[in-house]
């Protein structure tokens, strides 16, 4: 996405380590929860990644409560199975997309030329 001009608000990759080792403090985990709530803030599209950790479906209801565009994107069609998948998904507001991380660029990106020519 970078390369294509957009800007990353937060990269949880940068945090994750130290949560999934449990190697945080309750200070850790409230900077990294208000770094997480900014950048979905200051975000103009959020891309959830599928299966999600703990913290993603709270990112989710920000993203809806704040009317943000946001995708859902998982790498197989298993947001389709009633027996995975929430029934907030299907909001008519939210986007789903699965297949390839490229196949999310496009639609982030298609979508954005669509909405530039109008």
Request: hydrophobic share 40%.
């Amino acid at each position: 996405m970078e390369g294509k001009g957009y800007v990353n608000t937060y990269d949880w990759t940068d945090d994750a380590v130290s949560i999934d080792m449990n190697s945080s403090t309750l200070d850790d985990l409230c900077r990294i929860g208000q770094r997480e709530r900014d950048a979905v803030m200051g975000a103009d599209v959020v891309v959830v990644l599928l299966p999600a950790g703990k913290s993603t479906h709270v990112e989710l209801g920000l993203a809806i409560a704040r009317h943000k565009r946001t995708i859902l994107y998982s790498p197989a069609e298993t947001i389709n199975n009633p027996a995975v998948t929430s029934m907030f998904y299907y909001l008519p507001e939210l986007e789903t997309c699965w297949g390839t991380l490229d196949d999310v660029v496009d639609q982030v990106v298609g979508r954005e030329a669509a909405d530039t020519l109008v």
